[in-house]
């Protein structure tokens, strides 16, 4: 009798042993049915489209600046405003017209009036007075033929300062740079889809919509290639190349 009850409680375990493995092995069925599933339902391809286009400057920012010292600061702001007329009349005979021109005003320094010591024989004038006179122009071709005659002003006794802190001088600029961003945008999107349905293509699928976009990085290089993307980088050539990178993510159908 005690033997026939083991019997029965073995037979009772195997068949509970047996329905728990079945139950395992069907979970992880659907459980792997529906991880494919999810992957095959968000099939994607990130890629990136890159454009390069090189674009001529529509702007040009040239500061010519003025520096005279002298023990009377009557006779150092009588020979800067000289300098300072000069230059104009310099610039309109070179073709810059009154809505180019800017005069900048006239500052005057007291070096002794300085709260900090001057060490011996620093400076021979007791009064530093600047100015300066700055053109903003679109016609750029015209700031660099002028770059070449400035030594009419040094033979005529004017001296510029070449004291720019360390920007570059003339400036020149991009000024339509936010109207090309679109059309750059847009053509680098076109290259990422071309790049997309080429991979597509050796994997056999076709590409879909968009499902995400990174409009990334906008450098802006100087034909001397330099980066001149930053607010102070130096901007001194007149051509510049505009590169635009965009990260973006295609679905795969």
């Avoid at 180019?100 to 709260?115: F, G, L, N, Y």
């Avoid at 847009?186 to 349905?197: G, K, P, S, V, Y």
Wanted: aromatic letters at 6%.
């Amino acid at each position: 009798m005690q033997e026939h009850g083991a019997r029965t409680r073995i037979r009772a375990a195997s068949i509970l042993g047996g329905c728990l493995l079945a139950g395992l092995a069907a979970a992880g069925y659907f459980v792997g049915r529906g991880t494919a599933r999810f992957k095959a339902d968000t099939r994607t391809v990130t890629v990136k489209g890159l454009v390069e286009r090189e674009v001529a400057a529509d702007e040009a920012v040239w500061t010519l600046s003025l520096r005279q010292a002298s023990d009377d600061p009557k006779e150092a702001q009588g020979r800067i405003g000289r300098d300072r007329d000069a230059v104009v009349t310099f610039l309109k005979a070179r073709g810059f017209t009154d809505a180019d021109i800017s005069r900048m005003p006239t500052r005057a320094v007291d070096k002794q009036a300085r709260e900090f010591d001057q060490p011996p024989g620093a400076s021979r004038f007791r009064y530093l007075v600047t100015s300066a006179v700055v053109v903003r122009t679109a016609n750029v071709d015209l700031v660099q033929q002028a770059l070449g005659a400035t030594e009419e002003l040094l033979n005529a006794g004017v001296l510029l300062d070449g004291e720019t802190g360390g920007a570059a001088n003339p400036r020149f600029v991009v000024a339509k740079f936010n109207q090309l961003r679109p059309e750059l945008l847009a053509e680098a999107t076109r290259n990422a889809r071309l790049i997309a349905q080429q991979f597509a293509a050796d994997s056999g699928a076709t590409v879909g919509r968009i499902q995400s976009a990174n409009q990334g990085m906008i450098q802006i290089f100087g034909s001397d290639g330099n980066d001149e993307s930053g607010p102070f980088s130096p901007t001194s050539t007149p051509v510049k190349k505009i590169r635009v990178v965009s990260t973006i993510e295609f679905a795969l159908n």
